[in-house]
């Protein structure tokens, strides 16, 4: 919508506001079992009900569709199940029971469009709908995973207000900060990625318009006060080093519990890890060159690497180019100073590209037929597709050798969504064996896992 965007934002003498605001009017995104629907007549919500092209989703639920034209119906069927829905109509039915529509069935050009919701449910699938990134999931198999879906329904209503400030360049600065409460649940209710990459929480979208709206703000300022392009950097990074410094044990009671960057700013506290992605995230916006630096060690450290060039000070050489050292835990910690205790560790460099993270699990069964039924469930909890994504199976005949193998199909799994695979192996009688389950996504063996091993 043109005239509305994501902060409205005040400059009074060193005073900032920023009123973040969440996005209306993006057509939903739609994802069943894993994989994003791409249908040509992108799905529409009309009076709160979001519609989709019904030869689309019945074909993703795996249910037999068909189109009567006399009638300007829409006939599908799965196993025993029967739904007719007719154009236009607020009445559908199931087996022949009707059951009314809140809105009906149309057509939107040449597509006919179905309530996603209704036809999902009549064929026993679960539907979940997000409010802040605007995504139905369907899933039509096992109950959902909370990582797939996290709801953030029913709303919270309003905003939780924030304020800092901090010193930069003889100057007080204050920043207030009003973050839609949904926003800030959506976050604290996401599981955290099974990775220590952290980059993940700086690439993670969702949170993208907030990000911008704040390295926007900074910028604006940058060119009032006439900074330099490292003067713009540390009015930054002297408003991160102004938050507290808290461990995890204390403020979440976790070892480790990495927050996303809203979720820093809201709490206005963390630790190494989350004011250096926090910081990552806004000088990333503001098109700086940065890196997240992991000191490993006991205790280990994160920093956030800023590139640079004929700066005074500690940097690591990463693909060509020099990113100098950035302290985020206390304030006064300039450019290219690193506490003693790091100086000597040798540095991982997290680079912030999406990327895909994942796992699996995995149950399996025997059947009448002497087969071993194999159902696999693989988890992309990272911030990029991952594409042709398969599952490999096997039974371990030892020595390289296996009695059965099978490979699924592939799927392309969006983030924070999941696939379910279903695959048959033939066991001979009377052996010792194990299970073999592989994960290769895009070419790439990504996880594995191996059962016990077993008699047949």
């Known amino acids: 919508m043109k005239g509305r965007g994501w902060a409205t934002i005040l400059l009074v003498a060193g005073f900032l506001i920023a009123v973040l605001i969440l996005p209306a009017g993006a057509a939903p995104k739609v994802i069943v079992d894993g994989v994003r629907l791409n249908p040509a007549v992108p799905p ?31 006939h ?54 997000n409010g802040l990134t605007r995504t139905v999931t369907v899933f039509s198999g096992a109950a959902a995973s909370e990582e797939a879906a996290p709801s953030v329904t029913p709303r919270t209503p309003g905003t939780i207000d924030r304020e800092y400030s901090w010193d930069y360049g003889g100057k007080r600065w204050t920043y207030r900060l009003q973050v839609p409460r949904e926003a800030y649940e959506y976050y604290t209710g996401l599981k955290r990625p099974p990775t220590d990459n952290y980059s993940v929480y700086v690439t993670d979208p969702v949170d993208d318009p907030f990000i911008a709206a704040m390295a926007a703000r900074f910028l604006e300022v940058a060119r009032q006060e006439r900074y330099s392009p490292k003067q713009t950097v540390e009015f930054v990074v002297a408003f991160v080093q102004s938050l507290e410094y808290v461990t995890d044990d204390i403020s979440k009671g976790f070892d480790q519990y990495a927050r996303y960057p809203l979720e820093t700013l809201v709490e206005q506290e963390g630790d190494c890890e989350d004011t250096s992605i926090l910081l990552a995230s806004i000088l990333r916006e503001m098109d700086f060159g940065v890196v997240l630096v992991m000191l490993p060690g ?14 005074p000070g500690v940097y690591y050489e990463y693909a060509g180019a020099r990113y100098y050292y950035v302290e985020t835990t206390a304030a006064g910690w300039s450019i290219g100073r690193i506490p003693d205790e790091y100086r000597h560790r040798e540095a991982r460099i997290l680079p912030l590209v999406p990327q895909a993270v994942i796992t ?33 199976a096997a039974l371990d005949a030892g020595g390289g050798k296996v009695y059965d193998q099978r490979w699924s199909g592939p799927l392309n799994l969006e983030p924070r969504a999941r696939g379910t695979y279903t695959l048959r192996l033939k066991p001979p009688a009377n052996v010792e064996t194990r299970l073999i389950v592989k994960i290769v996504s895009d070419g790439y063996l990504v996880d594995e896992s191996t059962s016990e091993r077993f008699r047949t």
């Open 44 to 74: 529409v919500v009309e009076q709160g009900v979001v519609l989709v092209p019904a030869r689309d989703i019945f074909e993703a639920l795996g249910a037999g569709v068909s189109w009567d034209g006399a009638t300007k119906s829409v």
């Open 76 to 129: 599908v069927r799965k196993g025993d199940t029967h739904i007719r829905l007719q154009i236009g109509s607020t009445r559908a039915f199931v087996n022949g029971t009707a059951v009314p529509l809140a809105v009906p069935p149309r057509t939107v050009n040449g597509a006919v469009m179905v309530p996603l919701r209704f036809v999902s449910e009549s064929l026993e699938a679960e539907v979940r709908w």
């Open 298 to 311: 006991d205790p280990g450290h994160m920093a956030v690497g800023v590139k640079g060039e004929n700066l």
């Open 360 to 392: 699996h699990e995995w149950v399996s069964r025997g059947s009448v037929s002497g087969y071993i039924e194999l159902k696999v469930t693989v988890h992309n909890y990272g911030t990029v597709t991952a594409r042709e994504t398969k599952v490999y």
